[in-house]
């Protein structure tokens, strides 16, 4: 089945690192596990770095930006739950949401809900 997934990536707090490098391993790590799976991964979007209105708490820490990351991939949906449970444990993640869109062939041309939303969608 088709999946897009759009997370928020907190900033890493060490100084010698950059800024995007948490939003990067995350991306790679969860892209090795669809991958490893038989999975495919149809696009990956870093939609830049977010800054919250008010503070977000999650793992007993407190932010006020982070990186929002949208990925579009298929897979099956025992690797979905996988996916899930290691979003739910992951320490990098402060928030995450995950559609499922139609499985027709037509349908898995490579967009996501932001070019639907921008007008960047040809038909």
């Keep these: 089945m088709l999946f897009e ?16 490098q948490d939003a990067k391993t995350f991306s790679e790590n969860l892209g090795k596990l669809i991958l490893n799976n038989r999975g495919v991964i149809r696009k990956i979007e870093n939609n830049g770095l977010l800054q919250f209105q008010d503070l977000k708490r999650k793992h007993g820490e407190t932010f006020f930006e982070g990186y929002k990351v949208t990925m579009l991939y298929d897979c099956s949906p025992v690797v979905q739950s996988q996916v899930m449970n290691n979003l739910v444990k992951d ?15 037509s349908d898995k041309t490579a967009s996501t809900t932001s070019d639907k939303v921008h007008g960047l969608l040809t038909q």
């Excluded at 997934?5 to 950059?18: A, D, F, N, S, Y």
């Excluded at 320490?91 to 062939?105: E, I, W």
């Design 91 to 105: 320490p990098r993640v402060l928030s995450h949401t995950a559609f499922s869109h139609n499985s027709k062939l």
């Design 5 to 20: 997934l759009v997370t928020i990536v907190r900033t890493p707090k060490l100084l010698g690192q950059k800024r995007y």
